[in-house]
């Protein structure tokens, strides 16, 4: 039921800009973390940023502090993460989750979009 579809990704030049999408639907995501997460080829899923739903707050990688911005628009149940100043490490798939942040019940996982830098 609960769906979080991601969209936004493809193919840029490194310095160039993408502006990633995820749709959550399926529930209201109130108490829920919403967050970007990225799997580079042949390496394990890693964190790249964190909004809470409620509040805004927002929490960001070392590696992407200062260049990606993430974002939402409650009212459009939609989660933005803004990538600026892009790199070739940047290339991955980028992965939308939603973390209900009770220990007993496991996050949601959009099917990830693919970002790719080119030098």
């Known amino acids: 039921q609960v769906q979080l579809v991601e969209s936004g990704g493809g193919l840029v030049q490194a310095g160039g800009s993408l502006r990633l999408s995820c749709a959550a639907s399926?529930?209201?995501?109130?108490?829920?973390?919403m967050n970007w997460f990225r799997q580079k080829p042949g390496k394990d899923r890693e964190f790249v940023a964190s909004i809470s739903w409620i509040s805004g707050s927002t929490y960001y990688a070392d590696s992407v502090k200062g260049r990606f911005t993430i974002s939402r628009d409650n009212a459009k149940n939609t989660v933005f993460l803004q990538m600026n100043s892009l790199k070739p490490e940047d290339t991955a798939v980028y992965y939308c989750?939603?973390?209900?942040?009770?220990?007993?019940?496991?996050?949601?996982w959009g099917q990830g979009t693919q970002v790719t830098v080119s030098s």
């Open positions: 989750n939603a973390d209900p942040q009770v220990i007993e019940l496991p996050p949601y």
């Open positions: 399926g529930r209201t995501f109130n108490g829920y973390s």
